[in-house]
C-alpha cells in the first residue's frame, strides 16, 4: 500500500474525482463527509449480506469493493494534498480544523461498524471449499483491513503534519494518539486471541503466522508501531516503551475472566490463558518489528540499540514470573519458549544485567541437584556432544556464541541451559564488554570452590564446562582457562576414580583450541596439564583389571585426538605446542597393549604430517596464515620465526618418540604398526631436514633410525624387513642410501639377515620380496652386474656374490681386491650368529631351510672371501661346523629337519670348498675328507634304484662334479675331479668290504657317464681306479 501512494498522488490530482458512480469537486468532495461514507456503509453492509447468504463472487461485488477502495484511497490522498501540505504552506486555519475533526469523527464511526479484527483475521485462515464463496470473503476481509488501514495511516499523516509545522492543535493530536493506542490495543486483543488457538509446544514454529497470520496485518502493526514512536519521540506522548509495557502490563494484572471471549471493543483486553508467555512472545514480536523501515523493509542491527529503563524493569519482572512457574527439576517447555524470547531480545537492545543475574542464579541451583532431570533429545543432546570429538565440541561452543540469526526462534530444540548460554554471551559482548564482564566474573566465579565442584552432578558437570567454554570464547580466554583447570583439578584429572575423566580432558582440550584461536600462549596452561597427562599414562601402565583400564584409555584417546586438532587449528607454532610432547608419548609406545599401539603410532604419523605441511607452505612461499602478504622483509622474518618453532616442536617429538621405540621395537606382536612408522620417520628428517637435528656423530635423524632399528641384530628380522621396505620405497630416503657406500652396504646386510631369519609372519615375508626390489633400485648390484626388478630374493643375492667374487678375483691391485673383499664382509657379516637359533630345533623347518640356503650360496658363490687362514674367526670354519658337520649326542641329537637340509645343499659346500684348492690346503682337504667319511656311504647306498627312498639324480657327491659335465671343462673343475676319485680310491676302494663296492662302483660310473670330456676321462684315473679294485674282488 505505501509503494502504491504516489501513483495514487497522481491519479486524484484531477479537478473531479468520480466516487461511487458520481463525479465530485475533487478539493471539496470531503468537506461534507456524511453522504460518501453513507455510501460506503451501504456497499459494506450488501457485501457482508452477500455472505451470510453464501452468495458467489460476481462482477457486481467486485464492482463495490472496488467502489470502496477507490474512496479509502481518495482520503488518504485528499489528507496529504489538501489538508497536511495546506497546513504546512498556509497555516492551521478554523474550517481546515472543523474538516479534519469531521473527517475523523465519520473514519471513527465508521470503524464501529466493522466486523471484529479477529473475525476478519480469522477469514484468512479458512481453507478454500467453494472457491467463488471464499474469494469473495477474502476481498470483503482485505477490503475492511483497508478500511482500518485507511484510518490509522490517516491519523499517521495527520499527526506527521502537525507535529511538523508546531500546530496548537492539541485536542486533535490527543484525540488521534488515543485513536492510534486503541488501535494498538485491538492488534494485541487480536494476538491474545490467536495466541490461545494453538499450543505452546507449537508457538515457536508458528510464531510469525500467529500475530501476522497475513500480509496486511502485519502491514497494520508496523504502521501503529512508527506511529507510536513518532509520537513519543516528539513529546505528545510518554515513552515508546512505557506505552508497549503499559499495555503489557494489563495482561499480567487482569483475570483469565473472558479470555476465550469472541467479542472485543476498543478499551477491552482479552486475557490468554498463559499471560507471561504471551508477554513475552508479543514483546519480542515489537522488538522484531521495530527494525523495518517507514518502507517495509527490514535492517538487521549491527549493534543493538539502547533501550528504555522501562522495557528493563519490565524484562526484570517477566524473568522472575518465568522463574516462579518452572519447577526446579523439570525442564519446562514455557522456560524455553521465554528463554527464547528473551535472547531474541537482547540480540537487538540492549538490557540491564539483572534480569540476566537472576537466570544465573536459576540454573546454578541445578549444577549439583541430582534431581534435575533433563529430557534429552538426539540430534540436541549437549552430552552427546561433548563425548564426541574435540573439534565437534568447540564447533558447538563456537555456535552458541554466534550472533547470526535468520529467524526468532532459531533454537527451539535446544535446552534452556544452552539458551541462557547464548543470552549470557550476548549480553557480555554488548556494548562494553569489559565491564560486562568484570561485572559477570564476580557473580560467576564466586559461586565455585573445592566442595561446590566436587558435589557437581554429571549434568551439572556437563554445564560447568560448557559455561566456562562460553565464557572463553567471547571473554579474556587466559583468565577463563586457567580458571577452569584450576577448579577441574579439585576433582583430580589425573585420577582413574574420576568417572567424567574423559569429558573434562575433551572439554580442557576445546578450551585450548579457544586459546590457538585467540592466538594466545599455551605454554602457562600446557605446564599445569602435562604432568597430569603423565599421571594419567602412567596409571595406565600398571592398570589392573577393574575397568579402571578402560576409562584411562579412552582418556588418553581424547588427549591425542585433542593435541592433534590443536596442531591442525595452529596457524603458526609456540612454545607451548612444543611442551605438550611430553615424555608420556615415549611411555605410551612402551606400554600400550594390543590394539592401542595403533593409535599412538597414527597419532605421531598425524603429527609428522602436519609438521610437514606447515614446513612445506614455508619453502613454497605460501604461509600458512591468511591475511595480505607482507613486505618481502617480514616474510622472511615471519619465515624464520616459524621455522624456529617448528624446529623446536620437532625436537620434541623426537625426544619422547625415540625412547619409546628403543623399547618397543624388539616386540614381534608390534611390527606391522611401529615399522611404517620407522619409515614416515625417517622420510621425515629427510624431507625436514632443517627442523631434524640429531645428537652425536648422525648427521640425520634417518641415520640414526636406520642404525638402531634396521641395523641392529638383535631386533626382529620382521620388523627390519618392513621398515626397509617401506623406506626404500621413498625417493628422498633411497637417494640418501645410495649417497653413502657405507650406508648401502649396511643395508644390503640387513636384506641378507632377512633372508637368513624368515622366521616372521607372512606379511613381513612380502615385504622381504618388496625389500628384494628395493636394493636392487639402489644400484649396487646393478653396478657389478645387471639384473631386472621383482627377481627373486635367493636369485638376486646369488647374483650379487658371484659378481663380488668376480670383481675380487679379476682385480688389478691389491687395494682393489682389498676393497671388493671387504664390501664381501659388510654384506655377509657374521652370518654364523644368525643360524645359531635357527637350527636349534625350536623353529620351522622354513627358517631352517633359508638359513641352509643363504649359507650355501654364499660358500659357493665367494668362498675365497669368507675363509683366511690368517683369520681364526673367519665365516667358511663355522659354517662348516654349524650346518654340515654338527655335533649329535645320545642326549642331544640333531634336530629333525637338519638332515634333509645337509643333503640338499650338501654339493653347493663342496662345490664352494673345491674352489679353494684342497690339495694345498691342509684344513680344506681335511674338511673335505670329514665330510666324505661322513655321507659319501650313506649317500651312494640311497642312490641305488632297489633302496627304499631312492632319490634318484639326487646324490649330492654327482651334483657337486658339475662343471666337469660340461664340454668345455676349467682347471679348477678338473682337479675337483681328479681329487674326488683319489679320495674315493683312498678311501672307498681299497678298504671297502664287498658290500660296499658295488654302490662306490656305481657312483664312479654315474660320474663318468655324465662327463662327455674324453680327456678328462683318460686323466681321471677312473677307469683303472676300478678295473684294479674289480680285479681284485675276483
Known amino acids: 500500500l505505501l509503494d502504491e501512494f504516489d501513483s495514487l498522488l497522481e491519479y486524484y490530482c484531477a479537478v473531479s474525482v ?37 452468495e458467489r463472487f460476481s462482477d457486481d461485488n467486485q464492482r463495490s469493493i472496488q467502489q470502496c477502495s477507490d474512496f479509502l484511497h481518495f482520503i488518504e490522498c485528499f ?59 477474502n476481498q470483503i476481509g482485505l477490503l475492511q483491513v483497508h478500511t482500518h488501514w485507511t484510518t490509522v495511516a490517516t491519523s499517521y499523516r495527520l499527526i506527521v503534519g502537525l507535529t511538523s509545522v508546531g500546530s496548537s492543535q492539541s485536542n486533535l493530536l490527543a484525540e488521534l494518539a488515543e485513536r492510534i493506542l486503541s488501535f494498538l490495543r485491538l492488534l494485541l486483543d487480536l494476538a491474545a486471541i490467536r495466541f490461545d488457538q494453538v499450543p505452546l509446544s507449537a508457538v515457536s514454529g508458528q510464531y510469525n503466522q500467529l500475530l501476522c497470520n497475513h500480509t496486511s496485518i502485519m502491514e497494520l502493526w508496523l504502521l501503529t508501531l512508527q506511529c507510536l514512536s513518532h509520537l513519543a519521540n516528539k513529546g505528545y506522548t510518554e515513552s515508546f516503551w512505557s506505552i508497549i509495557v503499559g499495555e503489557l502490563e494489563n495482561y499480567l494484572c487482569h483475570s483469565n475472566a473472558g479470555a476465550n471471549s469472541s467479542m472485543r471493543t476498543w478499551d477491552s483486553v482479552t486475557v490468554p490463558s498463559q499471560p507471561v508467555s504471551f508477554c513475552w512472545w508479543a514483546l519480542t514480536r515489537v ?52 528463554l527464547n524470547c528473551y535472547h531474541s531480545i537482547v540480540m537487538a537492545t540492549v538490557l540491564s544485567n539483572e534480569s540476566t543475574v537472576l537466570l544465573w542464579e536459576h ?88 566442595k561446590k565442584m566436587i558435589e557437581l552432578s554429571s549434568d551439572g558437570l556437563v554445564k560447568f564446562l560448557q559455561l566456562f567454554l562460553v565464557l572463553g ?75 579402571s583400564g578402560v576409562l584411562l584409555w579412552d582418556t588418553v584417546c581424547v588427549i591425542l585426538n585433542g593435541i592433534q586438532e590443536l596442531l591442525d587449528n595452529s596457524q603458526s607454532f609456540t612454545s607451548g ?130 642404525e638402531e632399528f634396521a641395523f641392529d641384530d638383535s631386533l626382529p628380522a620382521g620388523l627390519v624387513a618392513v621398515y626397509l621396505s617401506d623406506a626404500l620405497s621413498s625417493d628422498i630416503i633411497r637417494a640418501h642410501v645410495m649417497s653413502c657406500d657405507s650406508i648401502q652396504l649396511k643395508v644390503t646386510h640387513a636384506w641378507l639377515r632377512c633372508l637368513v631369519q624368515m622366521n616372521m609372519p607372512p606379511a613381513c615375508v612380502d615385504h622381504v620380496r618388496h625389500l628384494t626390489n628395493g636394493i636392487i633400485r639402489l644400484g649396487l648390484i646393478g653396478s657389478i652386474q645387471p639384473i631386472a626388478v621383482n627377481t627373486e630374493s635367493m636369485v638376486a643375492l646369488k647374483a650379487l656374490l658371484e659378481a663380488i667374487s668376480s670383481r675380487h678375483s679379476s682385480a688389478a691391485t691389491l687395494a682393489e681386491a682389498s676393497h671388493w673383499r671387504d664390501c664381501c664382509k659388510h ?34 658363490c665367494c668362498p675365497k672371501l669368507i675363509y683366511s687362514k690368517v683369520e681364526s674367526r673367519c665365516l667358511l670354519p663355522r659354517l662348516l661346523d654349524q650346518l654340515i658337520l654338527p655335533l649329535a649326542t645320545e642326549k642331544k641329537p640333531l634336530p629333525k629337519g637338519i638332515p634333509l637340509m645337509i643333503r640338499s645343499h650338501l654339493h653347493h659346500f663342496l662345490m664352494g670348498l673345491m674352489q679353494l684348492e684342497p690339495k694345498r690346503d691342509d684344513f680344506i682337504r681335511r674338511k673335505i675328507k670329514q665330510i666324505f667319511l661322513k655321507y659319501f656311504t650313506s649317500y651312494v647306498q640311497r642312490s641305488q634304484p632297489n633302496t627304499l627312498n631312492t632319490c634318484p639324480g639326487s646324490n649330492p657327491f ?40 658295488l654302490p662306490v662302483l656305481q657312483y664312479i660310473g654315474d660320474v663318468l657317464e655324465k662327463i662327455t670330456n674324453e680327456e678328462l676321462i683318460a686323466r681321471s684315473g677312473a677307469p683303472s681306479c676300478c678295473l684294479a679294485t674289480c680285479c681284485h674282488a675276483y
Request: aromatic share 8%; charged share 20%; with cysteine.
Open 79 to 137: 489528507v496529504h494534498r489538501h489538508i497536511v501540505t495546506v497546513a504546512k504552506q498556509d497555516g492551521w486555519t478554523v474550517s481546515l480544523g472543523e474538516l479534519i475533526a469531521d473527517l475523523v469523527t465519520n473514519m471513527s464511526e465508521l470503524l464501529t461498524e466493522l466486523e471484529p479484527l479477529s473475525v476478519i483475521a480469522a477469514q484468512f485462515d479458512v481453507a478454500p471449499g467453494n472457491t467463488a464463496v471464499h474469494k469473495l470473503s
Open 577 to 706: 605446542e612444543s611442551a605438550l610432547f611430553g615424555t608420556y608419548i615415549g611411555e605410551l609406545l612402551s606400554h600400550c597393549k594390543g590394539n592401542e599401539i595403533g593409535h599412538v603410532v597414527l597419532f605421531i604419523s598425524d603429527v609428522i604430517s602436519t609438521i610437514s605441511g606447515h614446513y612445506c607452505a614455508i619453502n613454497s612461499s605460501t604461509r600458512p596464515t591468511s591475511g595480505l602478504l607482507l613486505e618481502s622483509h617480514d616474510v622472511s622474518v615471519e619465515k624464520l620465526q616459524h621455522l624456529e618453532s617448528l624446529s623446536e616442536l620437532t625436537k620434541s617429538l623426537w625426544e619422547c618418540v625415540l625412547p619409546g621405540l628403543r623399547d618397543r621395537v624388539k616386540d614381534p606382536t608390534c611390527i606391522d604398526q611401529l615399522a611404517p612408522l620407522l619409515g614416515n620417520l625417517s622420510d621425515f628428517s629427510l624431507e625436514c631436514a632443517d627442523l631434524c637435528h640429531p645428537h652425536g656423530n648422525y648427521s640425520s635423524y634417518c641415520e640414526l633410525l636406520l
Open 827 to 860: 654384506i655377509i657379516g657374521d652370518l654364523g650368529k644368525y643360524i645359531i637359533p635357527l637350527i636349534s630345533g625350536s623353529l620351522p623347518s622354513e627358517c631352517m631351510k633359508s638359513a641352509y640356503h643363504v649359507s650355501s650360496v654364499a660358500v659357493r
Open 18 to 54: 468520480e466516487l461511487f458512480s458520481f463525479s465530485f469537486w475533487t478539493s471539496t468532495a470531503l468537506v461534507k463527509p456524511c453522504i460518501l461514507f453513507m455510501m460506503f456503509r451501504k456497499r459494506l453492509q450488501n457485501l457482508l449480506s452477500a455472505i451470510s447468504s453464501g
Open 958 to 997: 654327482v651334483l657337486f662334479l658339475q662343471p666337469c659335465y660340461k664340454p668345455v671343462v676349467s682347471s679348477e673343475a678338473r682337479d675337483a675331479l681328479l681329487f674326488t676319485m683319489e679320495l674315493v680310491a683312498a678311501h672307498f676302494l681299497t678298504a671297502s668290504k664287498d658290500s660296499n663296492l
Open 287 to 338: 522488538v522484531i518489528l521495530l527494525q523495518f523501515d517507514s518502507c517495509g523493509v527490514y535492517h538487521c542491527p549491527k549493534q543493538p540499540f539502547s533501550s528504555d529503563p522501562v522495557l528493563s524493569m519490565f524484562i526484570q519482572q517477566l524473568v522472575s514470573r518465568s522463574l516462579q512457574s518452572v519447577g526446579a527439576t523439570v525442564e519446562s517447555s514455557l522456560l524455553k519458549l521465554h
Open 363 to 450: 540454573f546454578y541451583k541445578q549444577f549439583t541437584d541430582p534431581s534435575y532431570l533433563v529430557s534429552r533429545r538426539p540430534l540436541h543432546n549437549p552430552q552427546s556432544v561433548i563425548t564426541s570429538s574435540v573439534r565437534q565440541f568447540y564447533t558447538y561452543i563456537k555456535s552458541l556464541c554466534s550472533t547470526d540469526i535468520d529467524s526468532t526462534f532459531p533454537y527451539k530444540d535446544e535446552e534452556t541451559f544452552q539458551i541462557f548460554l547464548r543470552i549470557i554471551t550476548r549480553v557480555i559482548m554488548s556494548l562494553s564488554m569489559e565491564m560486562q564482564w568484570k561485572y559477570f566474573k564476580g557473580k560467576i566465579f564466586s559461586k565455585f570452590h573445592r
Open 473 to 547: 570464547h567471547v571473554t579474556d580466554v587466559n583468565e577463563v582457562g586457567k580458571k577452569m583447570i584450576t577448579l577441574l583439578n579439585m576433582r583430580n584429572l589425573a585420577s582413574a576414580n574420576e568417572k567424567s575423566l574423559v569429558v573434562l580432558w575433551r572439554a580442557i582440550f576445546t578450551m585450548l583450541l579457544t586459546y590457538s584461536d585467540a592466538k594466545c600462549c599455551l605454554k602457562d596452561v600446557v605446564d599445569i596439564i602435562v604432568p597430569l597427562i603423565s599421571q594419567i599414562v602412567g596409571s595406565l601402565a600398571t592398570r589392573s583389571g577393574d575397568g
